[in-house]
Every structure is written in structure tokens, then in C-alpha cells.
């Protein structure tokens, strides 16, 4: 079947691999006609060449496979699974009453006595399968041989392939490897069995590569597959939140940060974690679809069948399931209805926090801060920690708050470019709030020490333990990961830029006395209520909402006749007001003249979001533009459709030609609208924050890096100079600077100082704006001072240094290219490759890998079982291994460390022989030495806590479980000490003696890649096959050839293990690990000490966590594990072995 055409019975046309979808055979391969369904012509998976028409350059097989039977009798020496473990084929040994006992190969170097046996339940063995292209080992005579099947007969005669040799053996003289991976490859190698280094040589680079991914990404593979930009606040979080074995979180970053891709990142790995993970989604009804989108857009949760999503609407309760993960998207809205007066509103509360509670990991998303926001934030702290905050009232977090402020003031004044005596001063301040402190002091005595040996770098470090330590003790709740809009991340983390909106003058003069008029009510409304301050109040919110309708005549009109006037006179300011309004045709005079005015506005392929004050005008304005014929035009209105709104987001996003997305204020949160190129304001809202949210939606970070502002528009009724909305959006833009910069992150006093600005416009009417102006600039910057003492303690300090997972995975992207073409070559196109098909260009743009090709049909060289279990399921999926195109390609998968496909190739390689064990002589005719052998060993070294072995004991086992059980999440440790000791590769060549090659000279020469001799006399490699290895047992006898290459394996173990980088890297990593649990420890104990009785239980348990995490995470940075990843001989001579007669 190598090479050879398989042709269909029926038209003569090429087939392809496919595999049966149901009935009892379901999931087995065979071979399809390519023009299905015009023709069904089909052939089994076995066809001979014979029968399709081709011929058989070697010997014919003897007996021909009749439905592949593969007769099921208990007989001594055939090969059976067992549904009771995971080892796959075992050789039977004996029947015991009700088990069988199975024994399993690994190597065929491994001694008979020392394979690992196991007895098992007779119900539940299957015979095992042997499929087109398994590996498969038997002994010939005193040598181990390896080949392929390729036919099954009735009697279970096998049909193999090997080098020189093909034929038929019985099944009890065979050998499978079990399904473990390979972590002896030298039993290979010592047994004769050695691969050419070509083969070596391909896979290698392959697998470093994916494990310096892993290392890169402290063992996030979920992080480096997914199809998103990298930028370095979200990686920090979510790293963040999956090291940690307790895995309930506050994502509070500021709004436009990023906290669902955040999310998202956490939820992908969990799922790598655990493929059946369940997930309990809790939504705001109009961000379900755009969740369901980005998960599986960016997180590729398709990838994950057996996984259970729920995305259920936040107004829905009785749909929330607990789940093994409960994720919370604008939290504070339910947190908002703890404790309400309507019953069928605080019961969602109530019922959030029962799921919470017994959901083991939960993420709460909300950017709400917690000042001025207190019981709202206490409600969604006791649903991350009930017990800790139970009976914590919002007084008493209001309290804390304010005597956090003067550390965080403190905190504001700690930078270490400050000069060495007022640093000093700060310190002093800082260690006098901690008396009771020992670790803050000690702290503060190495800064100090730090400052008076004037050395930069450590004072950096020093004020950087500093203020992390304190940090993290005193935040509010140290799960809550807050980051900052500051100028250092919007460097990385591009802005596509606020604008100042232009005016766009709306010719109505229908319109032209509707200013007049509104002044004429105000004056009147000002004289009916001006002692009583309540109703004043009341009046100029009322004249706010008067005002943002002004380019809604029918609306302003049922404002108008709606108003209870409190007297004579501004009862007829308001019939006035109606009356001119009834003169005014809202379609005609304004939406019609709005949409003629806006289609000069924009090009053939800009995108434009359109924000209008209500649904009625946004549905008259979108019909207006269909007329004009402007573009598509979609609609998004609270009193449409929520499925027709999502709808609508999705074609105006996809719409790569003009397109207008015509909203009213449902538009306004949760939505993504970064890729809009205008937006238009008809009209401006009557509150700031209101604005805030509308322009956040367009103007989210991270989208652009060209620093092109988008542009802006708004829609006015008469010359700026005359009317209350111009002065309104002056305020706007001079004192509250809402289009130069965000104010998310001041809701509070951006609400205070609304009112006050509208009270001022109200009282006083247009001569007020300056006054207005200073005002909210006083009320804003007083707030900003509060907010940055609150967060210079709660915000994330992201590292900066070698420890920070982003600038590790900053430095692996950059060698995507290389592993592009490294895996390209390994899956299609080097000699000896896989034998996949490439289809399109995967390494440069979008492409993807096929298991047969459309001329030829080559079964790729993974045994069929595999093929069928890891990859025909994946068959049709496309990808790239640029990150970049898979951002912008919807359906593309990144081919990174953590991808389906790229893990299954990992994993079937770590698994595989061929190329783990080669054997090389390599020809130099200028060589001066005498002839030298050496043992190239490459170790995977690594971190493995709480690692298991399959030849563990009941108490060791015991152990494990214990341990397993008490620290919660193995894979968070795991991550954790990829984080603190990055896996690495090191490779060492030794000699006969077990010394390790130093000689440059000589390194060289062994290092060099495998050629073949290209010309007489040139020099070049011979593969060491059955044939030639004689010539290498002149050297090391045959009946030593093992022992040998074993006593090489134990030098380059020691070797390796004192080797200089990888015991700096143990030393750095205990070092790191036992500051790290130390501080982590000393933080829960002061918590602890400072904890009521029912939060000192809670607290008491995490510290027992912590102590028995640690000590196995030192435990196992101390010792580090060795995977052997391949090993080779090689032979460096002068002489050829075609010369002297050898051959």
C-alpha cells in the first residue's frame, strides 16, 4: 500500500480515507470513491494493490483477509485490550478464574522478567486490532526485527512489512508497545533496533520546539492556541488565575481591558484540563450570542465535544445549573439585587449565590469599582468567598476603604526614581502603618540597605517586593485582579484613538425656535421651584432629558404633555412647546435629513454606527438610509428582537463594504464596535457616563496599532453658539475631556458632577458652561486621586523581568517561522517525513494536513488506529501557523503548543519509535584520529510534581491520592512549577568511557547534520542498519552493545543533572519557590491572625493547602525530572564502509 494507487471498483476514479459514521462499524476507515456521491464505489481498508489493479514487487501474500475476523480465542501469547486500564495491547500470559493476566511491551532492550504484568476482569477484554500500518517487533533468531502490518487474515496470520523482507507471522511470536509513552528509547537502541539519523534529526527539532512553547508559556498550551493577540495584562491575568489551586477570581479590570478574553483564556485551558469540564455561563441577554461567538471564534471550544457549555441570560435563574466552573459577566448588575424589595429581583441574587457556592471555580466579571459602589462589591466578594465575607456589612467595607487611602497615597509615592533620602522618608511612613509586620520590615531594611549601596537595579527590585508583598495582603480581597488604564500599557495595548466630534449642522429650520422654546420652560420651571430644592433637582434632570430629545420631536412632544407643570405660566411655556412640535414631521424634518446629510459622510468601504436618543428615531433614521440607498443598513433597538440585535452586530461586523449599524441606547453596553470607522452621535445623551459606555463601545483597546483616530460626528439642530446641547457637549469635552480620555473608572463622581453641571445649565442657562466646566474638572480630579489610592494597592503589578510569562512568549512567537517550516517538513515535505498531505499554504497563510493525498493515497506512517482516534476526526479543519492571520480568518485554527492537531503530532511522536534510537557511521577522509563511538543523549528536564509511576506501590499510590485530594488542582501545580523552572533541552554527547565529548573539534564534527557520501572520496553518513551495524561491533562488541550504550545512558544522566545551567535553573527555582510559598504562607497567617472564627477555618485550611503544595513543589524543583527524548551512536572514521570490501 506504500506508494501504490488504490483505484475504485466501479468508474476506475482515485479514492480517498474515509470512515464509517454508523452502524457496527462505525469510526472504522475505508476507502471512498472521490466523486461521492455519483458514485458509490468503495473498497475495505485493507484492499490489495492486486485487487486494485496494481502490482506487488515483492512477495504475494499467501492468504487473503476475509472480513478481517480476527478470531477471539483466549490463546496464550495473542494480544488483548483491557477496558479496566488505559495500557492498550498486553500480551496474554494466563487465565485466573475471572482475570486474565496481560503482560505489556515497552522496549525490546527491556528484560522478559522486568515487563510490567497486570491481571484484569475477563469481561471486560477485547482482542486487540491490529490496524494498517501498526508497529509491530518480533525476535529473529537472536535479533529483534521491526516492520508494519499490512493485512490480517482469518487466522490472525499477520501480513508485515520490514526492511528488505515483507510476509506473514503469527500473532503469539509479535510485539506491540503499549500505549505509554516511550521513556526508553536506549532500549531500542541497545537491542539493534536504530532508526537512521534523518528520522532523528526531523523530529527533534519538532518536539523542542513544542516544549519550549510549554516552557515559554509556564504550561498554558490553552494561552498559545488560542486566536488572539497577545497582550501582556491579559496573559499576566489569566496566569494569574490558573497557577492558583483555588480558581474564584474578580476580573475587574477597567472597561474596553479585555477581562472576556481574560476569561476566556482561563476557561480554554481548563477545558485542556479537563475535556468534560462544565461551564455555567451567566449573561446579560444581549451578550449571549457575542460570548457564544468569541469562545468559539478565539477559544476554539468546538475543540472540546465532550465539554458542557450553558450560556444562560442573567434574568433567567432557574436555567443556572452548578458547574464546574460558573462564569459571571457584568456581575454587579446581579450583586445589585442583593437584599431588593421586589421578592422576583432578589431572588436572583439569592439563587446566583447558592450556585456559586457549589461551583468549585468561579469568575465574576465587572469593572464596577468599590468606591462609592461598597454594597454592590460586598455582594460580589461574598459570592468569591461566602465564608470570609459572610457577615462583613458595607459599613465596615466602607471603613476599610477609607483608612486604605493613606497607604495607598503612600504606595503612589513609592517609585524608586525618586532620590535615596525621600525614598527613605516613604519607607518610614510605610513601616510605621505595619508595626506588627515582621515580613513588611524586613522588607523595608533591604530597600533601605538597597538605597545606601546606590545600586539602581536592587533599590527597583527591593521597592518592587515592597510593594507587591503589601499589596497583597492588604488589597480587598486577593483574588480581585484589577489593571489600570495607564500611559505604559497603552503603549503595548493600542488605542485606535478619541476624537473630538465634528458638528454636522442639521438643516431644519422646523426646528429653529425649538431652543427659544425650551429656555422659555426652563425660566418658568426655574421660578415655580426655586425654594424647593428637591424639586429643583427634579426639574433640571427633567431639563437634561428635554434637551438630549431636542432632535426627537415626538418624544420631546410626549415629554412635554407628560410634565406636571407647577404653575400657570409653565403650563403654557409646555403647550408651546408641543404646539411647534406638532408642525414638525419627525420622518420628513429630521430622519430623512439626517440620513441625506450623513450619505456624504463616509467612503464606499467605511463602516458607521449611528447612535441615535431613541428607538423610535434610530428605526425612522435606518429607513431613511435604505432609501438613500447608503450602504447595508442594520438595526439594533431595545424594542426589537434581542436575536434580530445580535443578528444584526454580526453582518455589520462581517460587512466589508459601507455599512451603517443604526442603534438606540441597547447598543450602548457590552457590545464591540472597535471596527466601525465613524461614529455619529444624533444628538448627545443627558449623562456623561451614558456617553462613556456609547463611546466605549467604538473605542475599545487593543483593536489598532496605527494610532488612526477614528473619526466623529454629531448631529445638531441650530449654530453651536445658541443651543443647550452644543453647551451641553461643550461641558463634555472641556470638563469632563470625555473624548480625549476614558472616565470608566469615575462613575461615581462622573454622576455627581453631571447633576451639578445640568443644575448650573438649569439655573443659570447658556452663561453658565464656564462655570460648569471648572466644576467638573474639580469634582473629577479629586475623584482621581481617591481611585489611584485604592488602586495603587489593588492593581496587578505585572512582572517585568525573566519571570513574566508574556516576555517569554513575546520571545517564542518570535520563532514561529522556524517552527513552521520545522513542522511542515516533519508532517509533508522532508525526506522520511509522516506522509500527511498538505493542502494550501499553512506556513505563510491558511492551509491544513490531510491523511491521504489525491493521487498516490499514502496512509501517513501512524498506525490506523491512531490515524482514525486523533486525526480523521480533525480531517477538513483549516490553519495557519501565523498568529496574525488566524486573529483576522474566522475558523482558522493557530497551530501552536495546546492545538489539537499539533498535540496529537506531539503526542503520537513521544509515543513512536522511529527516530528515538539511530545509530551513524559517520565518514571523514581527513579524519587524523583512531576510529571514536559516542552516545548523543538530548533529556527533556522538568519539574513534575505529584508525577506518578505505573510501578508505584499501594502506599505511594495512597500518598498521591492524599495529596492530590488537599492541594485541589494537580494542573495548577504543574503550571506552577513550569512557571518557577521553564522545562529545557540539553543534550550531551559521552564517549565508549562514559566522559562527556568537550573537544571542540570533535563536538563539531558530531554535531553536523546527516548527509549521505555525494561523491567518491567526499566523506558522508551511513545509517547503522542490521547490515552495517557489524561494522560498529568491531568497535563495541555485539554481546556488549547494550551495556555499553546503558553505562553512556547513566554518565549523561549524571552529566546532565550537574550540569552548570540546569543546576542554576534548580537553584534559581528553589530559591524562587521557597521565598514564594514563604511569602504566600506568611500572608495567609497574618490574614488568619486577623480573621474571625468562622474566616479563620477558612483560612486555616488554605494554609494547610499551601504548606503541602509547597513542599511538593520544592520537592520536585530540587530533583527534577529526565525524559528521554532520543539518544543515537555514532562512529566518526576515516575510512568509507564502501571501501575494503565493505559494503
Request: hydrophobic share 40%; net charge negative; charged share 25%.
Amino acid at each position: 500500500m506504500m506508494g501504490e494507487t488504490v483505484s475504485c471498483p466501479e468508474c476506475g476514479g482515485s479514492m480517498t480515507l474515509k470512515n464509517v459514521s454508523s452502524g457496527r462499524r462505525a469510526g472504522d476507515m475505508f476507502w471512498g470513491c472521490t466523486k461521492f456521491p455519483s458514485c458509490r464505489g468503495s473498497r475495505d481498508i485493507f484492499a490489495s494493490t492486486e485487487e486494485s489493479g496494481g502490482t506487488r514487487s515483492r512477495t504475494a501474500r499467501t492468504a487473503r483477509r476475509k472480513g478481517n475476523t480476527q478470531s477471539t480465542a483466549l490463546c496464550p501469547g495473542n494480544l488483548f485490550v483491557s477496558s479496566a486500564n488505559d495500557h492498550g495491547p498486553g500480551k496474554l500470559v494466563r487465565e485466573d478464574g475471572e482475570e486474565l493476566v496481560l503482560e505489556y511491551f515497552d522496549t525490546p532492550g527491556q528484560p522478559p522478567a522486568e515487563r510490567h504484568r497486570e491481571a484484569v476482569p475477563r469481561a471486560g477484554v477485547q482482542p486487540f486490532h491490529f490496524s494498517h500500518e501498526q508497529r509491530v517487533f518480533w525476535r529473529s533468531g537472536t535479533q529483534w526485527r521491526s516492520g508494519r502490518v499490512l493485512d490480517v487474515s482469518d487466522q490472525r496470520d499477520i501480513y508485515v512489512r520490514a526492511r528488505e523482507w515483507e510476509g506473514h507471522l503469527p500473532e503469539p511470536d509479535l510485539y506491540v508497545r503499549w500505549e505509554n509513552p516511550l521513556s526508553d528509547p536506549v532500549g531500542f537502541g541497545g537491542a539493534g533496533l536504530m532508526e537512521s539519523p534523518l528520522l532523528a534529526d526531523m523530529r527533534r527539532p519538532f518536539l523542542q520546539s513544542t516544549l519550549a512553547q510549554r516552557s515559554a508559556a509556564h504550561g498554558m498550551r490553552g494561552l498559545l492556541s488560542s486566536r488572539i493577540e497577545l497582550h501582556k495584562h491579559q496573559v499576566e491575568t489569566a496566569w494569574r488565575v490558573l497557577r492558583d489551586p483555588i480558581q474564584r477570581y474578580l476580573l475587574a479590570d477597567e472597561v474596553g481591558l479585555g477581562k472576556t478574553i481574560e476569561a476566556g483564556l482561563v476557561i480554554r485551558e481548563l477545558l485542556m484540563d479537563k475535556p468534560d469540564l462544565t461551564v455555567q455561563f451567566v449573561l446579560p441577554p444581549f451578550l449571549v450570542e457575542q460570548w457564544r461567538r468569541e469562545l468559539t471564534e478565539k477559544f476554539c471550544v468546538m475543540d472540546f465535544p465532550n465539554a458542557r457549555l450553558v450560556l444562560s441570560r442573567d434574568d433567567r435563574p432557574d436555567s443556572w445549573e452548578t458547574a464546574d466552573l460558573l462564569v459571571v459577566d457584568e456581575a454587579h448588575n446581579l450583586a445589585g439585587l442583593a437584599g431588593h424589595a421586589r421578592s422576583e429581583l432578589a431572588v436572583r441574587y439569592d439563587r446566583l449565590s447558592a450556585v456559586a457556592a457549589d461551583s468549585p471555580r468561579l469568575l465574576l466579571l465587572s469593572a464596577t469599582p468599590a468606591l462609592h459602589n461598597e454594597q454592590t462589591f460586598l455582594s460580589m466578594l461574598k459570592l468569591l468567598d461566602p465564608v470570609l465575607y459572610g457577615r462583613t456589612t458595607s459599613e465596615e467595607l466602607r471603613q476599610r476603604l477609607e483608612s486604605r487611602a493613606k497607604l495607598g497615597r503612600l504606595f503612589l509615592g513609592l517609585q524608586p526614581k525618586l532620590p535615596g533620602a525621600l525614598l527613605k522618608n516613604r519607607l518610614a511612613e510605610l513601616a510605621a502603618n505595619f508595626p506588627a509586620d515582621p515580613q513588611v520590615s524586613a522588607l523595608i531594611d533591604a530597600a533601605v540597605q538597597a538605597i545606601g549601596e546606590q545600586d539602581r537595579g536592587a533599590v527597583a527590585r527591593a521597592i518592587d517586593s515592597v510593594r507587591t508583598y503589601v499589596s497583597e495582603v492588604y488589597r480587598v480581597h486577593r483574588r480581585m485582579l484589577r489593571t489600570r488604564r495607564t500611559e505604559a500599557l497603552q503603549k503595548s495595548y493600542h488605542v485606535t484613538g478619541r476624537t473630538v466630534p465634528e458638528p454636522l449642522l442639521l438643516d431644519s429650520p422646523e426646528l429653529a425656535d425649538l431652543p427659544t422654546r425650551l429656555d422659555e420652560w426652563r425660566q418658568e420651571a426655574l421660578a415655580a421651584h426655586e425654594t424647593d430644592p428637591a424639586a429643583l433637582r427634579q426639574a433640571a434632570s427633567d431639563f437634561a432629558d428635554a434637551v438630549a430629545l431636542s432632535l426627537d420631536p415626538d418624544s420631546l412632544k410626549k415629554w412635554a404633555q407628560a410634565r406636571t407643570a407647577a404653575t400657570e405660566g409653565e403650563q403654557e411655556a409646555l403647550e408651546r412647546l408641543a404646539n411647534d412640535l406638532d408642525l414638525v414631521d419627525s420622518s420628513k424634518h429630521v430622519a430623512r435629513r439626517v440620513a441625506n446629510d450623513l450619505s456624504y459622510l463616509f467612503s464606499l468601504n467605511e463602516r458607521v454606527v449611528v447612535f441615535c436618543p431613541t428607538s423610535h428615531m434610530a428605526e425612522a433614521v435606518a429607513v431613511a438610509l435604505k432609501d438613500f440607498d447608503a450602504g447595508e443598513v442594520y438595526l439594533h433597538v431595545a424594542t426589537g428582537p434581542a436575536a434580530a440585535s445580535e443578528q444584526a452586530v454580526l453582518a455589520f461586523e462581517q460587512n466589508r463594504s459601507a455599512g451603517l449599524l443604526v442603534a438606540d441606547s441597547s447598543a450602548e453596553e457590552g457590545r464591540n464596535l472597535q471596527f466601525a470607522e465613524l461614529m455619529v452621535h444624533v444628538g448627545m445623551p443627558a449623562r456623561a457616563n451614558r456617553l462613556e459606555q456609547r463611546i466605549g463601545r467604538c473605542d475599545r483597546w487593543g483593536a489598532r496599532r496605527d494610532g488612526v483616530h477614528r473619526r466623529s460626528r454629531w448631529v445638531t439642530e441650530i449654530d453651536r453658539s445658541q443651543s443647550f446641547t452644543a453647551a451641553w457637549t461643550r461641558i463634555l469635552h472641556e470638563g469632563f475631556e470625555i473624548f480625549d480620555k476614558s472616565v470608566a473608572s469615575l462613575q461615581h463622581a462622573v454622576d455627581i458632577a453631571t447633576e451639578k453641571a445640568w443644575g448650573l445649565l438649569f439655573e443659570q442657562g447658556l452663561d453658565a458652561v464656564p462655570k460648569a466646566i471648572e466644576l467638573v474638572r474639580d469634582l473629577l480630579a479629586e475623584e482621581v486621586e481617591r481611585v489611584r489610592e485604592q488602586d495603587a494597592l489593588d492593581s496587578i503589578e505585572a512582572p517585568s523581568d525573566e519571570s513574566s510569562v508574556y516576555n517569554r512568549m513575546a520571545a517564542s512567537e518570535s520563532e514561529a517561522t522556524a517552527f513552521a517550516e520545522l513542522a511542515h517538513g516533519l508532517l509533508a515535505t522532508q525526506p522520511g517525513n509522516l506522509r500527511f498531505t498538505s493542502d494550501g499554504d499553512p506556513v505563510h497563510r491558511i492551509g491544513g494536513y490531510r491523511t491521504s493525498g489525491d493521487k498516490y493515497h499514502k496512509y501517513p506512517l501512524v498506525p490506523a488506529s491512531r490515524l482514525q482516534r486523533d486525526f480523521v476526526p480533525l480531517e477538513g479543519h483549516l490553519g495557519t501557523f501565523v498568529r496574525e492571520v488566524a486573529v483576522a480568518n474566522d475558523g482558522v485554527w493557530l497551530y501552536r503548543y495546546g492545538n489539537q492537531f499539533i498535540d496529537s503530532v506531539s503526542d503520537f511522536l513521544w509515543h513512536d519509535d522511529r527516530g528515538r534510537a539511530f545509530g551513524m557511521w559517520r565518514w571523514r577522509p581527513n579524519w587524523p584520529h583512531t576510529e571514536r563511538v559516542a552516545y548523543r543523549f538530548d533529556y527533556a528536564v522538568e519539574a513534575a510534581p505529584l508525577q506518578a509511576g505505573i510501578e508505584m506501590d499501594q502506599a505511594d499510590r495512597m500518598t498521591l491520592a492524599w495529596l492530590e485530594q488537599v492541594i485541589k488542582d494537580p494542573a495548577a501545580l504543574q503550571r506552577r512549577a513550569d512557571g518557577l523552572f521553564p522545562p529545557l533541552i540539553a543534550t550531551i554527547w559521552v564517549d565508549e568511557k562514559g566522559i562527556q565529548v568537550t573537544d571542540p573539534e570533535y563536538l563539531s564534527v558530531l554535531q553536523e547534520r546527516y548527509a549521505k557520501p555525494d561523491s567518491p572520496g567526499s566523506g558522508g553518513d551511513y545509517a547503522l542498519n542490521a547490515d552495517r551495524v557489524e561494522h560498529a561491533h568491531e568497535l563495541v562488541p555485539a554481546d556488549v552493545w547494550e551495556v555499553r550504550w546503558r553505562a553512556a545512558e547513566r554518565a549523561a544522566q549524571e552529566l546532565v543533572l550537574g550540569d552548570e545551567t540546569v543546576v542554576r535553573a534548580c537553584e534559581r527555582a528553589v530559591a524562587s519557590a521557597e521565598a514564594d510559598v514563604a511569602t504566600r504562607l506568611a500572608q495567609l497567617n497574618l490574614r488568619t491572625a486577623h480573621a474571625g472564627a468562622a474566616e479563620r477555618a477558612a483560612l486555616e485550611e488554605e494554609v494547610e493547602r499551601e504548606s503541602v503544595a509547597g513542599e511538593e513543589l520544592i520537592s520536585a524543583l530540587r530533583s527534577p525530572r529526565l525524559r528521554l527524548d532520543s539518544t543515537g551512536v555514532v562512529v566518526v572514521s576515516g575510512r568509507s564502509l564502501d571501501q575494503d570490501g565493505w559494503s
